[in-house]
């Protein structure tokens, strides 16, 4: 189980999780207490996104997503995080190619 926490005050946002991840195989689970889980969405602004439950989106790990999106966003920005949320999720469906490929390289290695 996840634990994400925010604080809110006049002057900021504190954001923090747990690093605990379960990792479950055919006949056993194993805990490592060394996963990332919050991510900047923006190399330039204070934008961060936090990850829970799934770590993938079709097979790919949210990680490698949201790095892919902030090389694209680079210096741009909006005035609202629901704008980025709404950007973020239009590139996810755009850019369905990178997944594809994605996945077939996932599939034949």
Do not use: C, H
């Not at 006949?27 to 439950?53: D, E, G, Q």
């Amino acid at each position: 189980m996840t634990a994400v926490v925010g604080i809110l005050n006049k002057q900021g946002i504190a954001i923090a999780a747990d690093s605990a991840v379960t990792v479950s195989g055919t006949n056993n689970r194993k805990v490592y207490n060394s996963a990332n889980k919050i991510f900047t969405l923006s190399k330039y602004y204070p934008v961060s996104v936090s990850i829970y439950n799934n770590a993938s989106f079709m097979g790919i790990p949210w990680e490698i997503l949201i790095k892919e999106y902030r090389k694209q966003l680079d210096k741009n920005s909006f005035n609202t995080l629901e704008e980025y949320k709404n950007d973020f999720f239009n590139w996810l469906k755009k850019n369905n190619s990178f997944l594809l490929k994605r996945m077939k390289l996932m599939i034949i290695s």
